[in-house]
């Protein structure tokens, strides 16, 4: 037997060992609603019984297996008394008697992806990666070919621009120092050097 020392620090109501204070608390009303019941309805009757269980069953006024098992005491009586199992309501637990991961609590069961979703959802998920991949090659590819300018080939573009400039430059004065010695022409100063007044 267990001492009351042993008890001390326990929350231990009514023959039950609670996990927490608050708890404990629950228990203890539970057991207080269960002496009222009993003081004051007097269940001599089997209607009177029945009108007790459902009425505390539908006010949900029990939290704790305290009084789910007064209940449970109602509901034996009952079917001794002649009541058949399916005239009497169930008893509602109201905590769950197995264990969930955090997750299965988070999601509901019929809003949990099958395996069937999760691999079309990967597979999904890699065909678009792909398909993204290839087009942003397309669009390196298309940028870097393009005549237009812009971030890729600008520095090519602008360096051709500036070589057939200069070589049509060249082409011209070559042309214009040709027509300068038909006509006779002589400057001793180039192109280039022209005049600072302007």
Known sequence: MASNEEN???????????LTEKDAEKGSLD????KVLETRVKVSKAEDMLTLYE???QSRIFKTPLGWRYLTDLREKLLSSGYKEKDLIPIPLEIPMTRQSSLEKLTPEKDRPTQKKVQFRGILSIVL???LIIVVILMFVIASTSENDNII???RNITNRYSAWDEELKEREKAVRE???RLGITDSKGYDEGDESY
């Open 8 to 18: 001390k620090g326990k929350c231990i109501i009514g023959g039950y060992e609670f």
């Open 31 to 34: 057991l207080s609603k269960i």
């Open 55 to 57: 009425k505390a069953i």
């Open 129 to 131: 990666n792909v398909v």
């Open 153 to 155: 080939n600008y520095k």
């Open 179 to 181: 027509a300068e010695k």
